[in-house]
């Protein structure tokens, strides 16, 4: 299975809505309780500024998922700060697909010039948790029982990832270059 990640359009916002209202209706990825509109994601993509981008996975020009930069908080001092969404179509969970979508939000996030990357996930969704670990993230904490959807109180734990932390570090005997995503290519970082 190839899969071809690009920037979000217009034409997206029906496949976007698709794949988070099954969200949104059968799990506790999103603390959302309600569907939404094509037109409200459609609006929601306009709305979006260089750093906040929303981006899509494709197979066989079929959008399988996608994912978002989002603004952690409005106040100025977080301005290099940011939340990272991530949603597959539940046919192709498993194959990589959010991975990939992390992984290119993180490119995304240091060609920007962000510094930190969170991930809010409530702690019965293990692919999840087990994804970001795999990636670099590392855990922040645990805020308990701050959502409540299906009947029951969740528990959301963060993430975080520091680019800086993660792509040059000094050894002593010459810098050593991490391959993680969003590091500088060896020759960038002298």
Not at 62 to 73: E, H, M, R, T
Not at 116 to 141: K, P, Q
């Amino acid at each position: 299975m190839h899969m071809h990640i690009r920037d979000a359009r217009a034409a997206d916002a029906a496949a976007i809505a698709e794949i988070y209202n099954h969200a949104v209706l059968t799990t506790t990825a999103s603390f959302d309780i309600e569907p939404k509109s094509v037109e409200d994601r459609a609006r929601w993509l306009a709305g979006r500024s260089p750093l906040h981008p929303v981006i899509v996975a494709e197979v066989d020009g079929v959008v399988v998922g996608w994912g978002a930069l989002s603004p952690y908080s409005e106040r100025p001092a977080y301005s290099a700060t940011v939340e990272v969404s991530v949603y597959v179509a539940e046919s192709y969970r498993g194959n990589g697909g959010g991975r990939a979508l992390t992984r290119a939000l993180i490119e995304r996030a240091h060609l920007a010039e962000l510094h930190v990357l969170l991930a809010r996930i409530c702690t019965e969704n293990m692919a999840s948790i087990a994804m970001v670990r795999s990636i670099g993230f590392s855990e922040a904490g645990t805020m308990h029982e701050v959502g409540r959807k299906f009947g029951r109180w969740l528990d959301v734990v963060t993430w975080e990832y520091r680019i800086e932390d993660r792509c040059v570090t000094g050894s002593g005997s010459g810098d050593t270059h991490d391959e993680s995503p969003g590091c500088r290519k060896e020759e960038d970082a002298r």
